[in-house]
């Protein structure tokens, strides 16, 4: 009987065109999908004649595998990916491992791998960036969970997966138990604050330039060829240049409600969590939000009528301080991204290689541009490196972007056009480079009302102290603690 180098287990868009990368790359692939009318019409149509072996269940599937045995689970995150692990354990022998590469959030992750490793088996949580093409062609492959685990996946992981221009793999080892599902969720996060910035530039040059979208459309398309250049930049043109049936573009029929997924809100939730100031992501999560209350902007907007922008510059310098300013945003959502990974770092105890992570997002995945060859060299030059924006060529990037994006942030408040993310970006840049904050003044009334002490300036960090502020409330103080 012939058997299969590694097992699918579910048959969407995604499965299938994983499945169909593995075996062009030379591997013998075992599928199943719960619903085996699926496997049939798989089987006998895209896969006929390939090295694809059709499993009608689980047991099938795992007795048609090499040891160890890998099984790969494209499925619904969540309940579903606990019921196939319960299904697979009884099946499966001490070293073989389980495969989740949907969108899990890392807690579950971290859950499962402690799970399955107490029964004598391998866990990787796999982050799969790229979408249905990326998946076909090469995705963005981001494991982690249990390390002896790697060396048995690594030659079919960094053979499908996307490579750059020097062949190097956008695939390596994350870290223990959910690293990799938790560098997913960052890459999501960032990818979240990539298409807010753009939307925001977008609807800039609309609103305030007047431009038509076939015009932005020239507009991307120019700027990819600058430092923006990227997936979603190229994506952007194409939308912004593609027509109706009429001749007319489609994007302005197109209703401005924009759902989500999930995977935006978990990493704005992991920075409150670990005390990270994502605010740049954060304000793209809620952003999505606010476009859902459609009725209620529409009565607003009848409520506080807009003056047509007026905004009196030239356009094409206007073009170019929009370019500018996505740039600036660009770099601190990136910078804050980085921030939460390392933070999450230290609280788990995940030993990040972050231009390793740079160099996985260079290729296949979403957030993919030219841009991050610079992350990586910013890292491989200094792995301790705090804040990305202080590495040498993003510290000289941002100084010559600064007067675009304080005029483009000033042009939004001035005209109405709202870019949240474009000035929450310049707010937290504001505030990361300003060596005293008025957080004084806010411990002063936390210990006001509530006896929660302060450090004082001319005494050590980690003293604190307690100021009987009415004369009437006494000289016990709370203790510290951080929320």
Same mark, same amino acid.
């Not at 795992?62 to 099946?91: H, N, Y």
């Not at 791998?113 to 990326?134: A, I, N, R």
């Not at 804040?387 to 000289?396: D, V």
């Not at 300003?434 to 957080?439: R, V, Y």
């Given at each position: 009987m012939q058997q299969a180098d590694i097992g699918l287990i579910g048959l969407a868009v995604m499965g299938e065109n994983l499945v169909m990368n593995?075996?062009?790359?030379?591997? &013998?692939?075992? !599928?199943?999908?719960?619903?085996?009318?699926? /496997?049939?019409?798989?089987? $006998? =149509?895209?896969?006929? %004649?390939?090295?694809?072996?059709?499993?009608?269940?689980?047991?099938?599937?795992?007795?048609?595998?090499?040891?160890?045995?890998?099984?790969?689970?494209?499925?619904?995150?969540?309940?579903?990916?606990?019921?196939?692990?319960?299904?697979?354990?009884?099946?499966?022998?001490?070293?073989?491992?389980?495969?989740?590469?949907?969108?899990?959030?890392?807690?579950?992750?971290?859950?499962? &791998?402690?799970? !399955?490793?107490?029964?004598?088996?391998?866990? /990787?949580?796999?982050?799969? $960036? =790229?979408?249905?093409? %990326?998946?076909?062609?090469?995705?963005?492959?981001?494991?982690?969970?249990?390390?002896?685990?790697?060396?048995?996946?690594?030659?079919?992981?960094?053979?499908?997966?996307?490579?750059?221009?020097?062949?190097?793999?956008?695939?390596?080892?994350?870290?223990?138990?959910?690293?990799?599902?938790?560098?997913?969720?960052v890459h999501n996060g960032i990818e979240y604050g990539d298409m807010e910035l753009i939307c925001e530039a977008y609807q800039l040059m609309r609103e305030v330039l007047g431009l038509t979208a076939p015009e932005i459309s020239l507009v991307f398309a120019r700027w990819n060829k600058t430092e923006l250049d990227s997936y979603l930049i190229e994506i952007t043109r194409d939308i912004l240049a593609y027509k109706d049936t009429d001749g007319e573009p489609l994007v302005d029929r197109i209703l401005d409600t924009a759902g989500q997924k999930g995977t935006g809100k978990w990493t704005a939730i992991a920075a409150l969590d670990e005390g990270v100031p994502l605010t740049l992501i954060g304000e793209a999560v809620f952003s999505r939000c606010l476009s859902a209350m459609k009725e209620e902007r529409i009565a607003a907007s009848k409520a506080f009528p807009k003056a047509a922008p007026q905004p009196g510059w030239d356009r094409e310098e206007a073009i170019e301080a929009i370019r500018q300013a996505l740039l600036a945003a660009k770099i601190v959502s990136y910078a804050q991204g980085y921030m939460l990974m390392r933070a999450a770092a230290g609280h788990y105890g995940w030993n990040l290689n972050y231009g390793g992570i740079a160099l996985m997002w260079r290729g296949g995945c979403i957030i993919r541009s030219?841009?991050?060859?610079?992350?990586?060299?910013?890292?491989?030059?200094?792995?301790?490196?705090?804040?990305?924006?202080?590495?040498?060529?993003?510290?000289?990037?941002?100084?010559?972007?600064?007067?675009?994006?304080?005029?483009?942030?000033?042009?939004?408040?001035?005209?109405?056009?709202?870019?949240?993310?474009?000035?929450?970006?310049?707010?937290?840049?504001?505030?990361?480079?300003?060596?005293?904050?008025?957080?004084?003044l806010l411990q002063a009334q936390r210990d006001y009302f509530g006896a929660h002490t302060y450090e004082r300036l001319d005494a050590p960090r980690g003293h604190f102290f307690h100021t009987n502020w009415t004369g009437h409330g006494g000289d016990t103080a709370s203790t510290t603690y951080n929320a």
């Open positions: 593995m075996e062009s790359k030379g591997f &013998t692939v075992a !599928v199943y999908n719960r619903t085996t009318a699926k /496997v049939d019409k798989f089987t $006998s =149509g895209r896969a006929q %004649g390939k090295n694809i072996i059709g499993a009608h269940s689980l047991k099938e599937l795992v007795d048609s595998l090499k040891k160890p045995r890998k099984v790969f689970l494209m499925i619904k995150a969540g309940t579903p990916v606990d019921e196939q692990i319960q299904q697979l354990i009884p099946l499966l022998d001490r070293g073989d491992i389980i495969i989740d590469g949907g969108n899990s959030h890392f807690p579950d992750t971290m859950r499962r &791998t402690e799970l !399955v490793e107490s029964k004598g088996l391998l866990y /990787v949580g796999c982050g799969v $960036s =790229g979408g249905e093409e %990326g998946a076909l062609k090469g995705p963005s492959l981001m494991p982690g969970g249990s390390p002896a685990a790697w060396p048995e996946v690594a030659p079919i992981f960094q053979k499908i997966c996307a490579h750059v221009e020097d062949g190097s793999p956008c695939c390596d080892w994350v870290g223990e138990n959910g690293a990799g599902h938790f560098v997913k969720m030219a841009f991050l060859g610079k992350i990586k060299g910013a890292y491989d030059k200094d792995p301790e490196l705090s804040n990305l924006i202080l590495a040498p060529y993003f510290r000289s990037a941002i100084e010559k972007l600064v007067p675009a994006w304080r005029k483009v942030a000033a042009a939004s408040v001035e005209t109405g056009v709202p870019a949240p993310a474009m000035l929450s970006a310049l707010s937290w840049f504001d505030g990361y480079t300003t060596e005293k904050l008025p957080a004084n």
